[in-house]
């Protein structure tokens, strides 16, 4: 059964082993796809987007039934073609080759999103680095603020607590916080500034970590901060208070920033790559907790990735497919992904895991594969330089960034249990 065009009723992945594509890797790139504008998932599924930060999904509703229909139809031995987030087309390739490539679109559609818990590795890592940099090494009684609670808020909120930090979020959106506080990214939402102080001022007083989302327009509440004499240690700056227009929230920002805030961009570690997730495609919770203890038995010695791995199951609740982020070295990405497979063709876990890493790996600016954005269809030329590029990766999201060059943001490798995957897990894992 196909999909129709238009807007459809809400959006929800398959769970189990029944498969409607030709291959667990076309099955896989559908269920992400629908996963990714899953009412659960989603900020605003309605119109296919994930998250302010990562974008749109799919260019409309239209060109999403029409990649779902042809990831059905896909051959095995195929690759399809996505750009600017609908499909250009499909191309005999091979086997071991990608089944899609998507080419110059929003983050979102490569079609990994699985809620904030996708930022929280690196939310973690830039909290934990101003931890060092600007408190000592130690957060707690720290009062750290944001503006959002958003996709990559709702991880820094999380981040906050994880570091021994007191963190207040200010939204407008009430669904938004109830959704940061429903799984696990916010520990209650207020409808009043003072409740919020009460809250946060003991938990600065105490030295413990706590979290609280403001339901209120940020360009009220804090410049009302400010006349208060309510200076955070640590204030993150969201995308749009980076704007060169005067507003009141930016106003008062400067003004925070003047009495002693440290101003915190949420731009993420340049170590991204290390961030990798794994979605269980069976939809069952179970296999997640497999994986989990998979590797704490991996790397029994790694402490840090142990409590990491205990903090998210006792926080946080799945969003959509069963999912769970992890920041891993080269090494251990490698060992683990090898791992899950073998997890896969044991029986271990009930059906395929899907696999995403964060890539940083270049084509040459002045090679013309480069230049394919300027036309219509790849080249053959082009076509092999790309699967080449997502080195092995069941799917690749391709993009040009502000130089010029073709950058690979991601690529996705789904561990189905046969030995050949083995050896294209290692490709993606190692680059």
């Not at 994930?50 to 042809?70: I, K, M, P, Q, Y």
Request: hydrophobic share 40%; proline share 4%; charged share 20%.
């Amino acid at each position: 059964m196909h999909f129709s065009s238009g807007v459809s009723a809400p959006v929800r992945s398959p769970r189990g082993t029944a498969i409607s594509c030709k291959g667990w890797q076309q099955e896989a790139a559908l269920r992400m796809l629908m996963n990714s504008v899953d009412p659960d998932v989603a900020e605003n599924p309605e119109t296919l987007l994930a998250s302010g930060e990562l974008g749109s999904v799919a260019a409309d509703w239209a060109a999403f039934h029409a990649t779902a229909n042809s990831l059905r139809d896909l051959a095995n031995d195929a690759t399809l073609l996505v750009r600017q987030g609908k499909v250009s087309g499909a191309t005999q390739t091979s086997k071991d080759s990608a089944r899609a490539l998507i080419l110059d679109s929003d983050a979102a559609a490569s079609w990994t999103y699985i809620g904030p818990q996708c930022f929280l590795p690196d939310a973690y890592e830039t909290l934990a680095a101003a931890k060092q940099q600007y408190f000592g090494g130690d957060m707690g009684g720290k009062f750290v603020a944001s503006s959002s609670m958003s996709g990559t808020c709702a991880a820094l909120s999380l981040a906050a607590t994880m570091n021994g930090a007191a963190f207040l979020g200010i939204d407008a959106n009430s669904e938004r916080i109830k959704r940061c506080v429903k799984t696990g990214y916010c520990d209650v939402m207020v409808n009043s500034l003072d409740e919020a102080l009460r809250i946060l001022k003991n938990a600065v007083r105490k030295h413990e970590a706590a979290s609280v989302g403001l339901l209120g327009n940020p360009a009220d509440v804090v410049p009302e901060m400010t006349s208060r004499g309510v200076v955070p240690d640590l204030l993150i700056a969201t995308e749009s208070q980076d704007s060169v227009a005067p507003n009141p929230l930016q106003d008062a920002m400067r003004s925070l920033h003047g009495l002693g805030s440290i101003i915190l961009a949420p731009f993420f570690s340049e170590k991204s790559s290390a961030s990798v997730h794994c979605v269980a495609l069976s939809g069952e919770p179970s296999d997640v907790q497999r994986i989990d203890r998979l590797l704490i038995e991996l790397f029994p010695d790694d402490e840090p990735l142990g409590r990491w791995i205990r903090t998210l199951q006792r926080r946080l609740r799945h969003q959509g497919l069963p999912a769970r982020a992890y920041r891993l070295s080269r090494e251990q990405r490698v060992r683990f992904g090898v791992a899950i497979n073998r997890l896969v063709a044991n029986g271990e876990v009930k059906a395929p895991v899907v696999i995403v890493r964060r890539a940083s790996t270049y084509l040459n600016r002045q090679s013309e594969s480069a230049k394919l954005y300027d036309r219509g269809l790849p080249t053959n030329e082009d076509l092999s330089a790309l699967i080449e590029l997502s080195r092995g990766a069941t799917w690749a999201s391709i993009n040009h960034d502000a130089h010029g060059n073709t950058q690979v943001t991601s690529q996705t490798i789904v561990a189905d249990g046969s030995s050949e995957m083995d050896a294209r897990i290692e490709r993606v894992m190692n680059a």
